[in-house]
């Protein structure tokens, strides 16, 4: 099993930039593939990006060119660097891990864009 713990969502204006961190409870390096997904108020939850343990990446298509994910395992931490943002952008923002089998959530951070 594993806990995520994600930080430094918040308020960011249009073009600026914020940057998510998701602490895993164990080494990343035993973590199959891990990602962001967020979750806009009506809408359903969608994948932002992930990354596999061999640093493969995939984003989300409107998001491709301004967010950049990635995973250091000696910190067992992923990261999204958020630049450019958008209103649309507007969402809780969960970071998800999968072993084998199972998928884990973390708890969520708010992210909102003002214009």
Known sequence: QVQLVESG?????????????CAA?????????????????????????????????????????RFTISRDNAKNTVYLQMNDLRPEDTAVYYCNARILSFTYWGQGTQVTVSS
């Open 9 to 21: 969502g918040g308020l960011g204006q249009a073009g600026g930039s914020l940057r998510l961190s």
């Open 25 to 65: 409870s164990r080494n990343t390096f035993y973590i199959g593939t891990m990602g962001w997904y967020r979750q806009a108020p009506g809408a359903q939850r969608e994948l932002v990006a992930d990354i596999t343990r061999t640093n493969n990446t995939n984003y989300e298509d409107s998001v491709k060119g």
